[in-house]
């Protein structure tokens, strides 16, 4: 994924450079007379200004423009190992820090965001149902063989259980799709509606920027509040030891419930589809709390696969 970054950094200031390039040797700006020195000036300074300007232009870009849902990612990561045992902790270290022939070395935030990061790689096509599951309003969840977050979540689990058969590779595999469909899951639009595709269809402006809904839940509330892991953390004593007992209870059917629930206030916007700063104010509660019970289960099933 650092890879990934950095080759999008590199495309990135390359596609400046060219732009810059193209400026500068887009007009011919050297002549021999004496007049046209003053000309060589001005021209000189419209150059220098528009280059100045496509610089300020690259620096203010949004930083997380390739960054989409990562962060929402490591935060779920960073909740589950801060609450996890040490045990727990350095069997799945072991299996991150595996070079393998697919798998770089990987830390915990980028082990939550390794299924995104491959979806332009055809080779894992077959996951690309995995991130959610669509359920119509007002019906329930039916059993299914089709690829979907829950049946791929449980399989992932089933095969950690059975680890003895697996290579180190299918290992880390298994476990990158833990720590990231785990984060999926707890989020409403995941669990959401097809008809939309999860709210990607359903255009809308967040804080003035023409976005859409999906992006407004999966990124932009957590980058405009600036929602880190220790502020959902700091919600954990909101809930007593029965509803922590309640969340850590492995159920992957079960898990769907409360974010599904909570669709309701996702669509909960004016028709004009302007999602202001009240909107943000109400709803960022509910995005750490998710945030935070995803860790929290992250944790219980990490626990249950590697707690010797
Ligand atoms: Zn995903």
Request: aromatic share 10%; glycine share 6%.
């Amino acid at each position: 994924m650092k890879l990934l970054r950095d080759n999008n950094h590199f495309v990135f200031i390359g596609c400046y450079g060219n732009i810059i390039y193209e400026l500068i040797s887009s007009e011919q700006i050297v002549t021999g007379s004496t007049n046209s020195r003053c000309k060589f000036s001005f021209a000189a300074m419209k150059k220098i200004s528009s280059i100045l300007f496509v610089i300020v232009f690259c620096v203010s870009l949004p930083h997380n423009l390739f960054a989409w849902g990562k962060k929402g990612h490591g935060i779920v990561a960073e909740i589950a190992f801060a609450l996890l045992d040490s045990n727990t902790k350095k069997a799945v270290y072991k299996y991150l820090e595996l070079t393998t022939i697919d798998l770089g070395a990987t830390t915990i935030e980028e082990a939550s965001t390794w299924m995104d990061e491959v979806r332009s790689d055809h080779k894992y096509d077959y996951m690309r149902e995995w991130h959610y599951v669509n359920i119509e309003k007002g019906n329930q969840y039916v059993e299914t063989k089709e690829g979907n977050a829950i049946n791929a979540l449980n399989n992932a689990i089933t095969a950690l259980e059975h680890r003895d058969n697996l290579s180190n590779e299918e290992i880390k595999k298994n476990l990158m799709i833990i720590f990231h469909l785990t984060g999926d899951i707890h989020m409403p639009l995941h669990v959401g509606y097809g008809s939309d595709k999860g709210g990607n269809d359903i255009k809308v402006k967040y804080l003035s920027n023409p976005t859409n809904l999906h992006r407004v839940w999966d990124t932009e509330i957590i980058e405009s509040e600036n929602i880190t892991a220790n502020d959902c953390l700091l919600t954990y004593n909101r809930f007593d030891k029965d509803e922590i007992a309640k969340f850590k209870e492995i159920n992957i059917e079960n898990w769907i419930y409360e974010p599904r629930a909570l669709l309701g206030k996702v669509y909960n916007f004016p028709a004009d589809g302007v999602l202001d700063q009240a909107y943000a104010d109400k709803n960022k509660t509910i995005i750490k709390q998710q945030l935070l019970i995803a860790g929290i289960r992250l944790a219980a099933v990490l626990e249950k696969l590697f707690q010797s």
